[in-house]
């Protein structure tokens, strides 16, 4: 049985239309479901006893469960297990712009990017988007509050689980539900560049990040085994076509590892390399594990990086840091969890 927070709301609509009943049954469902966060079929009170028994017999109101919670101040992890046993965590931050919350997009990824937790624990599945949707009303529904910003840069690999990602982002932007706005969402990549080219084809307006980690490809491919399949300039490339396909500006994400990719020569050659881009780079510094050698970048190391960025008039920000106490690094309390059990 397929799960009812899988379907997107025409999808929903076409099934009842498809059975002979009416269309505006997907919109009362959405609105249950979303709205007023009623799962329970029997309180779905505007709806007729036979088709309360049809929607229990034929969908699946399962919820995925919260098992940890951590908190430190503006951030909070929460781990949650899958119906399968499987376990994905999210992030969730307060800012004072909001509240966003980042979710995971597969159990564990494939990706193997050297100073990355996630890629420790190898791939098991895809996310099916119900689980990821849930990750953001079981949250809500823990805080009290609305989520304003969701990101997809949790565990996993977006653009290696295209469509259940993109089916994810319809069902919570669709305005009869959840309704979070396409200009709040935020999907990022390792840099795959086939999901990339199909991304600038999809309607609406949700935002695209790009991990570079790196000026070149002889850094790139230390950190980042993607880059062994899809160089720097082809990347470069397909970013130029899909700013100028979508007239959207793209974010540019920086780890910054000590020794690595922080070097002043670094900087002018990133400089140089997106001169021509419309971007935004932000650095991000390294949430250091303790499973993992990589060292973060001193904070004036960080501030010399940044000053030439903007000296060569590139747009930089540092990223605000959250979390250190939490694990709240890609993947840590996964990992913790799963290699100390
Ligand atoms: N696979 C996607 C999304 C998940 S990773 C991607 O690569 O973009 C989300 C971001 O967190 C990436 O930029 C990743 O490089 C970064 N990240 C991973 N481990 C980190 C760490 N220990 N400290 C800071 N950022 C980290």
Redesign the pocket.
Known sequence: MRNIYDFTLKELENYFVSIGDKKFRATQIYDFLYKRRIDDVSFMNNIGKNMQEHLRTHFSFQKIKLIVKQSDKDVSKYLFELMDGQRIESVLMYHDYGISICVSSQVG?N?G?R???SGRLKKVRNLEAYEIVQQILLIEEEIGKRITHVVV??I???FDNYDNVMRFVKIINDGKGIGLGSRHITI???GLIPGIEKFMEEDGQVNL?I?L?APNDEIRKKIMPIAQVYDMDSLLLVLKKYIHRTNRRVTI?Y?MLDSVNDSIECALELASKLKNLNCYVNL?P??E?KNIGYKRTKINQIRKFYDILKKKNINVTIRKEFGGKVDA??GQLRANQELNK
């Open positions: 990824c990706m990017c100073f990355c937790e840069m949790g996993g690999e977006p990022s990549t390792c990040a991990s980690h994400e780890i991000i390294y949430n594990t690094a890609c």
